[in-house]
């Protein structure tokens, strides 16, 4: 018998206004809407990458939240994301010690994304 396999993952995230989030995402980051419930629940989708966001009223919590998202093309998508002036100071595009290269941005939220490469 074959052991299970683990597919992907879809990160929810913390939105403080769903309707904005999805927006920002779209016109921000290239996402499409995939879903919208105001007030609720959202999706939005890139490539083969999902994000779900669920309402919130407290922005500690998304200011507090984040996932990451492995990428093909990494400085290409720094490039694009440069653009946007969302790039987190703290986190710009570097090699890490555990061999990725990584970069991260923060939503208007305060969730932070950060995009990785291998």
């Not at 993952?9 to 913390?14: E, H, I, K, S, T």
């Not at 987190?88 to 923060?106: M, T, Y």
């Amino acid at each position: 018998m074959n052991s299970p396999t683990l597919i992907t993952a879809v990160p929810v995230l913390a939105s403080l206004d769903i309707a904005k989030t999805i927006q920002f995402y779209c016109q921000t980051f290239g996402f499409t809407k995939v879903y919208e419930e105001p007030n609720a629940y959202g999706i939005v989708k890139r490539d083969n990458v999902q994000i779900h966001f669920w309402a919130c009223e407290d922005q500690q919590i998304a200011q507090n939240t984040s996932c990451r998202i492995q990428v093909q093309g990494i400085d290409k998508l720094y490039e694009q994301y440069q653009l946007t002036g969302k790039i987190h100071p703290n986190a710009l595009l570097q090699e890490k010690p555990w061999g990725s290269r990584e970069f991260a941005v923060l939503d208007e939220d305060g969730n932070q994304i950060t995009f990785f490469e291998f």
